[in-house]
Nanobody, 126 residues
């Protein structure tokens, strides 16, 4: 049973920083990718960033590029999302998810992710 546990969310002022963590368990992840998505109030879920466990290749949405950085710690089976220069529009529930990197996997397609965490709230005040 795969489990994903997010942490690190909270309330921060605009311009501040947060680091989200996603601890994964239940299987080996060498053939997987981990992604971060977010859902803001009244909006659809959107892709934020993803990283492949095997190569460390990362993918980041243009609207957060340069501000958000994804990384992984293989020994801890944990993925991080470092967020700096936060803006009020970054306010959302952030979810981590895991996907097997099969030939059909697309990093930004939420439907290609098999397991999801419970989410962590990030609120950025102006």
């Amino acid at each position: 049973q795969v489990q994903l546990v997010e942490s690190g969310g909270g309330l921060v002022q605009a311009g501040g920083s947060l680091r989200l963590s996603c601890a994964a368990s239940g299987r080996t992840f060498s053939d997987c990718a981990m992604g971060w998505f977010r859902r803001a109030p009244g909006k659809e879920r959107e892709f934020v960033s993803a990283i492949r466990w095997d190569t460390g290749i990362t993918y980041t949405a243009d609207y957060v590029k340069g501000r958000f950085t994804i990384s992984r710690d293989n020994a801890k089976n944990t993925v991080y999302l470092q967020m700096i220069s936060l803006k009020p529009e970054d306010t959302a529930v952030y979810y981590c998810a895991v996907a097997r990197t099969t030939w059909t996997w697309r990093h930004s397609d939420a439907l290609k992710y098999d397991y999801w965490g419970q989410g962590t709230q990030v609120t950025v005040s102006s």
